[in-house]
């Protein structure tokens, strides 16, 4: 049974949104502002979350960018349901790491579709990561010796351990940077590299043949320019 957390400070919606998504087989949790949530979250993670956005003590924006920063919440699918309808908030909400967004008032359908699609696709790519890692189990020791990254030195460092399923604040510390500078390398490398998001990266290093060097290199400080 999938685990759906909701996120609201309106009483009467979180109630009636829960019991909606209980009659269809799913668990649920709830929360009535961000900071709640994401210790809900830290203590038992849920396979997908909805979550408004204006909220007391911490909105949804905070509450997505916090839980992105961590490694169990890089990929949990993330859906907000906001009556913040500018293309402005509904781009800012993509933007922080969102997967998609919902303008109140809805039709409860719609949000079970867009819940159901999360879940699906979130599956396909965990099967994915999975056949990948079993592929490079696999792989004789003689395999050729992947092209060189078209990346500079610090990219390179920070490609690294990105792969390795790490955070841009773990990043930063093992690099000895900020996070804000762990994610403008990240967004070159995947600019250079033609990628969209970290799960294409990971998936590239593994199709390329890309292994950990045997002495990383994230002792070595990453230049800030």
Request: glycine share 4%; aromatic share 8%; proline share 7%.
């Amino acid at each position: 049974m999938k685990k759906i957390l909701v996120v609201d400070d309106d009483t009467t919606l979180r109630t009636a949104l829960t019991r909606y998504l209980e009659k269809r087989r799913y668990l649920v949790q709830d929360a009535a502002s961000g900071v709640e949530a994401f210790k809900i979250f830290e203590q038992d993670p849920a396979d997908l979350i909805v979550s408004d956005v204006l909220m007391p003590e911490m909105d949804g924006y905070e509450f997505c960018r916090r839980l992105r920063a961590t490694r169990s919440g890089q990929l949990v699918p993330f859906i907000f349901l906001s009556s913040k309808s500018d293309i402005e908030d509904r781009v800012q909400g993509h933007s922080i790491g969102a997967d998609d967004y919902l303008i109140k008032p809805f039709e409860p359908k719609e949000l079970l579709a867009k819940i159901e699609a999360q879940l699906e696709r979130s599956r396909r790519m965990h099967s994915e990561i999975v056949r990948l890692m079993q592929q490079s189990k696999s792989i004789p020791a003689q395999i050729p010796t992947p092209p060189p990254l078209p990346l500079t030195p610090a990219e390179e460092k920070v490609f690294w351990e990105v792969i390795q399923g790490y955070t841009n604040k773990q990043i930063g510390d093992h690099l000895f940077v900020s996070p804000r500078t762990v994610q403008t390398h990240l967004s070159n490398i995947l600019s250079k590299l033609q990628l969209e998001n970290r799960s294409q990266l990971v998936r590239f290093a593994f199709e390329q043949g890309y292994r950990l060097p045997i002495e990383p290199s994230s002792q070595e400080e990453v230049a800030e320019n």
